[in-house]
């Protein structure tokens, strides 16, 4: 419900700025993850809390692709609507649980899964009639989705190499937003070729245990390379 009513506010908005002077546009985008950060949270009792409080995790940073629509008005402005669809992990290495006696870890990771719808603005300065600069900013709504299994490698006197499911992956929404700058220079006609840089914060992913609803918080944060094909019609 929460998404539809997003998508609704986006596509009005836009509507409105349509004037027969401003252009609509298409772009197919190349997300390279070039770093990833986040905090991770264990909110159930130290003894069975697995990760140190305020904890930094990582994701797996592979690349993906997103698309965006959206409307360019006043040579200066730009709105539009983009989405992505992720498939990744987030991970934690080298650290030691909590409890007592701690345990020690080599890693730990579970597979998540992300959709991020946004309304993105962006300013844009232009250079030459083929070249532009821009500052980007977006807000929106994000799913985060992490598998039921949880990999780990604890060495001895761990447990080993296994697998987890005492705390069930959970499918959640949550805000999400990005910053960044980017580049556009004209290919042919109306082609256009952007690259940008942008730093993404999808949200919070969560698993649950029992009572403890979240288990576990997991802030999800990456700075990516984007290139995009972008075409104004």
Not at 23 to 44: A, C, K, M, V, W
Not at 94 to 105: D, L, Q, R
Request: with cysteine.
């Amino acid at each position: 419900m929460r998404l539809k009513l997003l998508l609704l506010i986006i596509c009005l908005s836009l509507s409105k700025l349509s004037y027969a002077d401003n252009r609509y546009f298409g772009e197919l985008r190349y997300i390279n993850p070039i770093f990833s950060t986040g905090d991770n949270q264990d909110n159930q009792p130290l003894a069975d809390a697995r990760f140190p409080s305020g904890s930094k995790i990582f994701t797996e940073e592979e690349e993906n692709y997103g698309i965006a629509l959206g409307l360019e008005f006043n040579k200066n402005h730009s709105l539009a609507i983009s989405f992505e669809d992720k498939d990744t992990q987030w991970r934690q290495n080298n650290f030691a649980s909590p409890g007592t006696p701690p345990t020690n870890y080599n890693y730990i990771f579970r597979d998540l899964e992300i959709q991020n719808l946004l309304l993105e603005y962006n300013y844009i300065i232009p250079v030459k009639n083929w070249f532009k600069v821009k500052g980007i900013l977006g807000a929106g709504l994000s799913h985060l989705e992490t598998n039921d299994i949880t990999y780990y490698d604890a060495p001895a006197p761990g447990p080993g190499v296994g697998t987890s499911t005492d705390t069930p992956g959970a499918g959640v929404y949550d805000f999400s937003h990005k910053f960044g700058f980017g580049l556009e220079a004209r290919l042919t006609g109306e082609n256009y070729i952007n690259l940008s840089w942008v730093r993404t914060n999808y949200g919070k992913a969560e698993a649950n245990k029992g009572n403890f609803r979240p288990a576990t918080e997991t802030e999800i944060i990456e700075e990516q390379v984007i290139l995009g094909i972008k075409k104004y019609f």
